[in-house]
């Protein structure tokens, strides 16, 4: 998942941004999508500090605030998290002071042609999702939903159970739940020494148990849900 996050102060350039990403994610398929978009740096450093989830920022330079978009910039970067940031502005020349403050820019969008906007934007968003994607230090697994591509982090993931649909999963992660085609076998295998099949219908991830109760033969997760626990099962978790 990629949040995007829009600081504009403009209002109508703000929902012309906005409305675009929204479109182009939902076009594309793509697992990304706008989180915020607000005139104000603090509400956007703050949703971001909250959050765990890799970000896309579209950031203008000038914002009328007490700090601007490159000191917006700067503190987003002190996160040292995953962030790519592109800088929407009317003022070209103030580019050079990203170099300044070290923010790595992705791209720098000039406010004149709105056709040109979008396809810089476009490109942009694509170019933050396959980056995230083809990370060779990601540990993600990739799960087909409807006609969308989804990229798990291996560590957001909960716990994963077959369903009544034969063939059906249903993936539990730390933000959403994800319900795709497939088989506990196969995806038992895509998934690391962390992952237990603690029952014929349930992997669990053994960093996200709360507790084990061994008289009721459950366990509970740090999402509060009970798993059921074979016999085999058992004699794994035994050995935690």
């Known amino acids: 998942m990629l949040d995007i996050y829009v600081c504009e102060d403009n209002k109508k350039t703000c929902e012309f941004i906005s ?38 920022f579209f950031l203008d330079i000038d914002l009328k ?6 000191e ?30 070290k923010v790595e820019a992705l791209d720098f969008i000039i406010k004149d042609n709105q056709s040109d906007m979008k396809k810089k934007i476009g490109d942009c968003i694509s170019t933050a999702v396959n980056r995230l994607n083809e990370n060779p230090n990601s540990r993600a697994i990739k799960v087909n939903v409807d ?4 990229f798990v982090d291996m560590d957001e993931i909960i716990f994963i ?42 992997i669990v991830n053994k960093d996200k148990i709360s507790s084990i109760n061994k008289r009721e033969n459950t366990i509970t997760l740090i999402n509060k849900i009970d798993c059921p626990i074979s016999r085999s099962g058992k004699k794994l978790l035994l050995q935690l």
């Open 19 to 56: 409305n675009f990403i929204s479109d182009y994610c939902i076009f594309r398929n793509l697992d990304a999508g706008i989180v915020l978009a607000t005139p104000y740096p603090d509400e956007i450093l703050d949703k971001y500090i909250a959050s765990e989830t890799p970000a896309l």
């Open 65 to 70: 605030t007490k700090i601007n978009g490159i």
């Open 72 to 101: 917006l910039a700067s503190h987003i970067r002190k996160q040292g998290r995953k962030a790519f940031i592109v800088f929407v502005t009317t003022h070209s020349e103030m580019t050079l002071l990203t170099f300044q403050y």
């Open 147 to 150: 006609d969308k591509i989804i």
């Open 161 to 202: 159970e077959s369903t009544h649909i034969r063939h059906k999963l249903r993936l539990h992660a730390k933000k959403r739940t994800l319900e795709f085609n497939g088989e506990l076998k196969i995806m038992q295998q895509q998934l690391d020494d962390k992952f237990i099949r603690c029952h014929k219908s349930y």
